[in-house]
């Protein structure tokens, strides 16, 4: 039997993201049929080098190029953390009243302690305004999102510690009732600053990823970054219309259809050159979540279609794409 609790921590310390694997209290067979998933799948990425021993260095960038790979800091942050963060809050107000008592006595308030989500996101603001090009307006909103964030972060570990250790049976909840409108008037700012991040990276992004696209056409053709790049792009497009709030599925079919046209369109190039995909580092997993993506973006419709689509359906997906999204920043192509 393994009783244990077991992490598998696969490490690239040129990546600018680390990917682990978390296996806790599961059946010795379960356990270690995932490692070797686990291994098989880094080992692969491994092979996508020349000689499966170094990251290859980041090629020259065009303007577009650099500004997109700017942007990547800030939308690593937000996607990183704060889906996270507004679950914490969302796990909060689903228990707690607002002078932060319980709303049932024997149900005590529970939320998400926020602690490594927000290292991408201090890396953000520390980078940020050294890398080119110079961006502002951007480079402010994060330092206000990180201040903010942090803000909450600190109510969330004080209360995290509270509810765990019980002290609200020493104390009749009174460090609750003080702390419960300082939670909720850091979480109102943070909440705003989010919003002002995240719309500004995501329309400077928008049209930035677009310029980039047309580059590589113009550059290469449409080859295996072509590809790439555009399925992401097809599949954002999916993903915000099937999980935007007046979401239907006769408005986002579309979306669907051009994403699994995208996805054939890759998938082709990808079997067809398999030698030149090989070379790209980290396109062993991401091809692969590329195609899980797509299952679990045509399963979300079907739902949806069927007027099944739950929230947490939707959170689901978008947290797919987020899985994507970072199997996609770690994409290395040679020139």
Known sequence: M????????????????????????????????????????????????????????????????????????????????????????????????????????????????????????????????????SLPSIEAAM?????HAEAFAAQTVTLD??????????????????VAPKFAAAYEAWSAADERLGTIVRDNNDVVERKV?????????????????YV?????????????????????EYTLTTFEKAEQSFRRYYDDHRSEADHVFWMNSFQRSVGEFLADGQAFMRDLKKGEAKPERSQALASAFDDLAIHSNNLRFKR
């Open 2 to 133: 393994c009783d244990h609790y077991a992490v598998m921590v696969f490490t690239r310390p040129s990546l600018p993201l680390w990917l682990a694997l978390s296996l806790t209290a599961v059946g010795c067979d379960r356990l270690t049929q995932a490692i070797e998933n686990k291994a098989e799948e880094v080992a692969g990425d491994m092979k996508s080098t020349a000689d499966g021993s170094a990251v290859p260095p980041v090629p020259e960038a065009t303007d577009n190029e650099k500004l997109a790979r700017k942007l990547a800091l800030y939308l690593e942050c937000t996607n990183r953390a704060s889906k996270r963060m507004h679950e914490s809050w969302l796990r909060y107000t689903e228990r707690a009243k607002d002078n932060g008592t319980p709303k049932k006595k024997s149900v005590p308030p529970f939320l998400y302690k926020i602690d490594s989500e927000l290292t991408p996101c201090r890396e953000a603001a520390t980078k940020g305004p050294t890398t080119e090009p």
């Open 143 to 147: 330092a206000s999102y990180l201040e």
């Open 161 to 178: 510690e509270y509810y765990e250790q019980e002290k609200y049976k020493e104390d009749d909840w009174a460090l609750a009732k003080e």
């Open 213 to 229: 696209l047309v580059e590589v056409e113009e550059r290469e053709g449409r080859a295996i970054e072509w590809q790439s790049r």
């Open 232 to 252: 992401m792009l097809a599949a954002k497009d999916f993903v915000r219309c099937a999980t935007a709030d007046e979401g239907k599925a006769d408005r986002c």
